[in-house]
């Protein structure tokens, strides 16, 4: 088995069938130039050793990322998450309550009223944060394809890239010194 071109198979298959024949001899030529003369199996080794993995490799060849949310969007992503998950959550466990609250209660005790109540508000909260989380990770998703630029260093909260100007809205927190 050759291992040069099982390296290039595990490259290009990974790639899109418009581009797969050109990096294949761009890769090919590319191993070639750094073996020596008379190369044998351990420098062929090295060689692929170097290159490192075939599916890194065609990453960098790709187009299109290889994640869902890139490092530039997943500070934003998390933080938005954070603010939302919990709003979303007591908005709709207010929501259950009030539904219940006001609906005509049948000739039951109280007790299994709130009981029925608090579970329903649990399974409603629930199916709101995977909702939530569902539809934020498809849009960061598609902001992330949409987005032309292919700068990846992370944005701040103002969508902006990062500058010192940023720190002047982070709150402060000093530590506290014991005496």
Known sequence: MNLIEVYIQEVTHRLPDKTRNDIALELESTIYD???EDYSEED??????TLGNPAILAS?????????????YYD???????????????????????VKFFS??????????????????????????????????????????VDGIKDSSPL?????PWSPDDLKHVIYVPKYKAI
């Open 76 to 98: 934003v992503f998390v933080t938005l998450l954070k603010l939302v998950m919990p709003i979303a959550a007591i908005v709709s466990f207010i929501a259950i309550v009030a």
């Open 34 to 36: 750094m073996l020596p």
């Open 156 to 160: 701040s909260m103002r969508w902006k």
């Open 60 to 72: 960098k060849y790709n187009e299109k990322p290889m994640h869902l949310i890139g490092p530039k």
């Open 44 to 49: 062929i080794h090295r060689v692929l050793e």
């Open 104 to 145: 005509p209660v049948e000739d039951s005790a109280v007790l299994a009223t709130v009981l029925d109540m608090m579970l329903e508000g649990i399974g409603q909260v629930i199916s709101v944060l995977i909702q939530t989380f569902f539809w934020f990770t498809i849009v960061f998703a598609i902001i992330e394809r």
